[in-house]
């Protein structure tokens, strides 16, 4: 079966940097378009990032555009968020998700979910 394993979340304080990976098996990777989403508590589900099936194209959410990084490696099966300057706003956990189109900024549009990685970044 599909599966879709995050990592890399972890205590950070402001200002920090953190780099999170997913980990796909079950799908032929190359085909699909990834994003990354979080999720806080008592909040509904943001869109992060988004990439193209070559990786080639890329698309950020507002609260992310120009700290946070999205790339993938096909012949690893991986999908990474390189997140710079990160703010107390930004914990939450984080979800990398697979969808047939690339660009897609709702959570409905996306197939395959992985169980999440908490970030939590202090002041």
């Known amino acids: 079966q599909v599966q879709l394993v995050e990592s890399g979340g972890g205590l950070v304080q402001a200002g920090a940097s953190l780099r999170l990976s997913c980990a796909a098996s079950g799908l032929t990777f190359r085909n699909y378009a990834m994003g990354w989403f979080r999720q806080a508590p008592g909040e509904e589900r943001e869109f992060l990032a988004g990439?193209?099936?070559?990786?080639?194209?890329?698309k950020y959410g507002d609260s992310v555009k120009g700290r946070f990084t999205i790339s993938r490696d096909n012949n690893k099966d991986m999908v990474y968020l390189q997140m710079n300057s990160l703010k107390p706003e930004d914990t939450a956990v984080y979800h990398c998700?697979?969808?047939?189109?690339?660009?897609?900024?709702?959570?409905?549009?996306?197939?395959?979910w992985g169980q999440g990685t908490q970030v939590t970044v202090s002041s």
């Open positions: 998700a697979a969808a047939s189109n690339f660009g897609e900024v709702t959570s409905m549009q996306y197939h395959y």
């Open positions: 990439i193209s099936w070559s990786g080639g194209g890329t």
